[in-house]
């Protein structure tokens, strides 16, 4: 979900209370598509969670709504413009190539 402020329609994430493009205050949460393509990504080789294993890829995604979320790649190598789309895994979303 995602925040879509109601006077100038811009998405945010995270929630905040004012909207960083016009400072309106109204906001409704909407559903994200889930969508977007990788602008940066980092390849981690230390496990800093036993859960992930070693190496794993973070990638920083914008999402077609316009907003930047950080996660994991779970499938293919990341570059600079692959389409994307999230996927669920148990509590958390990550992405795969679309």
């Known amino acids: ?9 811009h ?7 004012y909207c960083a493009h ?5 906001a409704q949460s909407v559903p994200s598509s889930g969508n977007g393509v990788i ?13 992930l294993k070693v190496p794993y890829d973070v990638v920083q995604v914008r999402l ?4 930047r979320v950080y996660s994991n790649l779970v499938r293919g190598e990341p570059r600079a413009g692959l389409r994307v ?4 895994e148990g509590d958390l979303v990550k992405f795969e190539p679309a």
């Open 1 to 9: 979900m995602l925040q879509r402020c109601l006077d100038c329609g």
């Open 85 to 88: 789309k999230a996927r669920v």
């Open 64 to 67: 077609d709504e316009g907003v």
């Open 22 to 26: 016009c400072r309106g205050e109204r």
């Open 39 to 51: 602008e940066s990504w980092c390849t981690f080789h230390k496990a800093y969670w036993p859960e």
């Open 11 to 17: 998405h945010r994430y995270p929630p905040a209370r």
